[in-house]
């Protein structure tokens, strides 16, 4: 069983940056970041795999960067230009194979 720990969630104000990480326990081929919003449901923000291929939801392209370390198992959310549309529950997401992973969520707030 692999655990998830994000850090990283803040207040910030639009049009500021925030970067989000992640601590994974073991080795996972697909990390990634999820987020939910209140009253919706959880959306893909990103995702990078082991050799580094990565994809963005239409929403944060230009704007958010993920990133990988394999050799320490974590993985982050570099996040500029902010919107109060970003605000979520941001979750860590890892998938090994066939298992899926998920951390306890993070809280980004984007507001002035």
């Known amino acids: 069983q692999v655990q998830l720990v994000e850090s990283g969630g803040d207040l910030v104000q639009p049009g500021g940056s925030l970067r989000l990480s992640c601590a994974a326990s073991?080795?996972?081929?697909?990390m990634g970041w999820y987020r939910q919003a209140p009253g919706k449901q959880r959306e893909l923000v990103a995702t990078?795999?082991?050799?580094?291929?990565?994809a963005y939801a239409d929403s944060v392209k230009g704007r958010f960067t993920i990133s990988r370390d394999n050799a320490k198992n974590t993985v982050s959310l570099q996040m500029n230009s902010l919107k109060p549309e970003d605000t979520a529950v941001y979750y860590c997401?890892?998938?090994?194979?066939?298992?899926?992973?998920w951390g306890q969520g993070t809280q980004v707030t984007v507001s002035s």
């Open positions: 073991g080795s996972i081929v697909i």
């Open positions: 997401y890892g998938r090994q194979i066939v298992r899926e992973y």
């Open positions: 990078i795999s082991a050799i580094g291929n990565t």
